[in-house]
């Protein structure tokens, strides 16, 4: 959900795919915090929150070509988003608690997972949108446009 525009969709778990990240991930919801727009991959919103599973999800349903509707979970130390390139605030997430993870939606077609400072960053596969996607990819635009600032990207249970 989008909390300050109010816009939310629904996701389905790939429990069949993904079984040791989607059970971190229900396990853990909610989840949220500042969205953010991709510099890199393109038509991607992702919050940053600090690392929640007892152990890191090993690298299952993998993608660097994420499509519409797929929901990604990246793991990033501290010392990967440390860069001045990624601009984040001082606050972020990544610096209070070391290790950070990434949850991301994906809303439009042509994304390709690769950062010119690192490369390739595969993603986990964890969830796919089942309904409202495309009022999602709306605000998502709106948000690329008119800018994030202040608004929460959150997941949640139904």
């Known amino acids: 959900m989008l909390d300050k525009r109010g816009v939310r969709c629904?996701?389905?778990?790939?429990?069949?795919?993904?079984?040791?990240?989607?059970?971190?991930v229900w396990e853990a919801l909610p989840l949220g915090g500042d969205v953010y727009h991709a510099k890199y991959a393109r038509n991607e919103i992702y919050a940053l929150v600090p690392a929640f599973a007892a152990d890191e999800p090993p690298l299952e349903n993998?993608?660097?070509?994420?499509?519409?509707g797929d929901l990604c979970?990246?793991?990033?130390?501290?010392?990967?988003?440390?860069?001045?390139?990624?601009?984040?605030?001082p606050q972020a997430a990544h610096?209070?608690?070391?290790?950070?993870?990434?949850?991301?939606?994906?809303?439009?077609?042509n994304n390709l997972l690769l950062n010119g400072d690192t490369g390739w960053v595969p993603g986990i596969v964890w969830g796919t949108?089942?309904?409202?996607?495309?009022?999602?990819?709306?605000?998502?635009?709106?948000?690329?446009?008119?800018?994030?600032?202040?608004?929460?990207?959150?997941?949640?249970?139904?």
């Open 10 to 24: 629904t996701a389905k778990l790939l429990d069949d795919r993904a079984p040791v990240t989607c059970a971190a």
């Open 62 to 68: 993998p993608t660097v070509t994420p499509i519409p």
């Open 73 to 89: 979970y990246f793991s990033f130390s501290a010392a990967q988003l440390g860069t001045s390139s990624h601009g984040y605030a």
């Open 95 to 109: 610096r209070e608690h070391g290790a950070v993870v990434d949850l991301a939606l994906f809303y439009e077609r």
């Open 129 to 158: 949108v089942v309904d409202g996607l495309d009022g999602m990819a709306d605000a998502c635009q709106n948000l690329w446009r008119a800018g994030a600032l202040g608004e929460t990207l959150s997941f949640r249970r139904p």
